[in-house]
């Protein structure tokens, strides 16, 4: 009898340390659609400062094809790696502790640092209704109330972010509406006397794929949620790949609407891109929905980030690769509250700064590092499971093409980032070679084998050549 209550108590302690089961498509959409969102209400028009009207556009795109070679490869991955932590649990089953504590590191500060992004705007935004109004206080008070949301469960949190992203969404298409776009005569777009074309060239084009990777960073978080969807081969995929074509859809509409509306010289410095062609148009009803529109999808995006990042934090933590205080979900909840409470200074703190062009260059950098490790996931992965041996729920095509792809122009991505942005590169290098060294030199030894390779990967049939 003893020993039947002592199993009961372990399945209940398994079972309480799990998160829940609970998201379908339409949370997946939130998740990835909800972070990116406020990348089309400010941060993208930096491509122009960089790259001029025309290198702006062709960056978008670009840079577009890029996510979508990303997304075949995270959805084919994930679908077959239903365990918190995204890309983390990619780099743990096919290359190994140093790796995948590297990646999870990136991810975190990803989303912290995209978090701390979406507070700065709100801050300044709202200083917008009277002088004396100070950003402070509204950045603390946005982080703290939305952790609060993350803390007391991710299926409410994204249905919030259903209805947050699906409003901000709106409101672009609002704006583009109001300018007439579809009548010659009448429409206030003036693309022509607007728009500055390629001021610089193809190397300015290459220095705006940096910020244009504003217009898609995170849409990748999907894949954190694995281990939540109801059924992660179904919605994993849907969720992604509908998220992307809205996200292709919201970029283009953004670019189209601000560069026919603003100058490109005050585009390119402006805060909010979005909010600044809706003044233009002097149409208060626009003006007050742009304004609730990119307060709103800054509120989305800090939500989705403050799930990822945490999932990231606690998956590391749960592995070993990180103390395991940061491991325990809520009992009640089935949230990991103390990695989603552990984060929230620190975000806080990136907040502080002001410096929303240097928050938003650490967050691509280390976005930009996972994607080049997931292009040689892909590769390996392919090779130690060709098709066939796994199932999956959803299969890349023309592969290696969008691996190929992802590569190059990550590579691109981050030559162009050396010009602007050289001392931030080099300062993002050193921050990584220094907590793998510390990694290596401190924390692995205390690594649990056991604990690292302890589900996910635990049914497959053993990979080629090993």
């Known amino acids: 009898m003893e020993q039947n209550l002592e199993n009961n108590d372990t399945k209940k302690s398994k079972s309480e340390s799990h998160l829940s089961k609970v998201l379908?498509?339409?949370?997946?959409?939130?998740?990835?659609?909800?972070?990116?969102?406020?990348?089309?209400?400010?941060?993208?028009?930096?491509?122009?400062?960089?790259?001029g009207s025309l290198g702006s556009i062709i960056a978008c795109w670009t840079i577009g094809i890029l996510y979508i070679s990303l997304i075949m490869i995270n959805t084919e991955i994930g679908s077959v790696i239903p365990e918190a932590g995204g890309q983390y649990a990619m780099a743990k089953y096919l290359m190994g502790p140093l790796a995948a504590f590297n990646i999870g590191l990136m991810l975190v500060f990803e989303y912290v640092m995209l978090e701390a992004a979406d507070a700065l705007v709100v801050g300044q935004i709202l200083q917008t209704l009277h002088p004396d109004v100070q950003a402070l206080p509204y950045i603390i008070l946005s982080l703290v109330a939305l952790t609060y949301m993350n803390y007391k469960?991710?299926?409410a949190t994204l249905n919030l972010n259903i209805v947050l992203t699906g409003v901000a969404f709106i409101t672009i298409f609002l704006l583009l509406f109001s300018?007439?776009?579809?009548?010659?005569?009448?429409?206030?777009?003036?693309?022509?006397?607007?728009?500055?074309?390629?001021?610089?060239?193809?190397m300015g084009i290459l220095g705006a794929f940096q910020f244009g990777c504003w217009f898609y960073l995170g849409i990748e978080g999907t894949a954190l949620v694995a281990n939540e969807c109801r059924s992660t081969g179904r919605s994993l995929p849907v969720g992604s790949v509908v998220g992307l074509v809205t996200l292709l859809l919201g970029a283009t509409t953004t670019w189209f609407i601000c560069s026919g509306l603003v100058a490109s010289a005050e585009l390119s410095e402006s805060v909010y891109p979005l909010f600044d062609a809706a003044l233009k148009t002097k149409i208060p009803f626009v003006i007050h929905a742009l304004f609730i529109g990119t307060v709103l999808a800054c509120l989305a995006s800090a939500n989705g980030c403050i799930a990822d990042a945490s999932r990231a934090w606690y998956s590391m933590?749960?592995?070993?690769?990180?103390?395991?205080v940061f491991s325990v979900v809520h009992p009640k909840y089935k949230t990991p509250y103390r990695a989603i409470l552990f984060l929230?200074?620190?975000a806080i703190a990136f907040g502080f700064t002001g410096m929303l062009d240097q928050v938003i260059t650490f967050s691509i950098f280390s976005a930009l590092m996972v994607y080049l490790m997931t292009a040689y996931m892909m590769i390996k992965f392919r090779k130690m499971y060709p098709l066939g041996t796994i199932e999956r729920g959803y299969i890349a095509p023309i592969h290696p093409l969008p691996t190929v792809v992802l590569f190059i122009l990550t590579l691109a991505t981050m030559v162009g980032m050396y010009f602007g942005y050289a001392i931030n590169l080099i300062s993002g290098f050193v921050f990584y070679f220094t907590a793998s060294i510390w990694f290596v030199f401190h924390r692995y030894q205390n690594l649990e084998k056991g604990s690292f390779l302890?589900?996910?990967?635990?049914n497959w049939p053993r990979p080629n050549g090993y």
Request: aromatic fraction near 12%; proline fraction near 7%.
């Open 454 to 458: 302890s589900s996910g990967a635990g």
């Open 317 to 324: 933590s749960k592995d070993t690769l990180i103390p395991e």
């Open 153 to 155: 469960g991710v299926h």
């Open 344 to 346: 929230l200074p620190i």
């Open 24 to 51: 379908g498509p339409m949370h997946v959409w939130a998740l990835g659609v909800g972070i990116v969102l406020v990348g089309q209400f400010m941060g993208w028009n930096f491509t122009i400062a960089k790259g």
């Open 179 to 202: 300018t007439k776009f579809y009548s010659p005569t009448n429409s206030i777009l003036n693309l022509k006397e607007m728009t500055n074309g390629l001021p610089y060239g193809w």
